[in-house]
């Protein structure tokens, strides 16, 4: 049974950085892409950033091209997400997912393992 755990999320002040990971066991992890996707309260859960198996290619969101770096560690079977120069719209609860089905990296239906999700808060 695959499963996925976030860590990392926190308080932080607008301008700051963070670094989220999600840890993966059971499967082949090296064998899929990965996404990250966040949910904001009372907000549709959203595409944020998406790395392929290999890590050679990467994807994300216009909202946070420039600040947030996707990587991953094969080895140690983690998914990282650098996040630097937060902002207050960055609020929310950040998963992880397994992109275990066909469809686009930005789409949910093209995820078939998700974490619990960590939260992140960002004060202005």
């Known amino acids: 049974q695959v499963q996925l755990v976030e860590s990392g999320g926190g308080l932080v002040q607008a301008g700051e950085s963070l670094r989220l990971s999600c840890a993966a066991s059971g499967g082949t992890f090296s064998s899929y892409d990965m996404g990250w996707f966040r949910q904001a309260p009372g907000k549709e859960r959203e595409f944020v950033a998406a790395?392929?198996?290999?890590?050679?290619?990467?994807d994300y969101a216009d909202s946070v091209k420039g600040r947030f770096t996707c990587s991953r560690d094969n080895a140690k079977r983690t998914l990282y997400l650098q996040m630097n120069s937060v902002k207050p719209e960055d609020t929310a609860v950040y998963y992880c997912a397994r992109q275990g089905k066909s469809g686009s990296i930005a789409s949910l239906r093209a995820y078939d393992y998700w974490g619990q999700g960590t939260q992140v808060t960002v004060s202005s």
């Open positions: 790395i392929n198996w290999s890590g050679t290619y990467t």
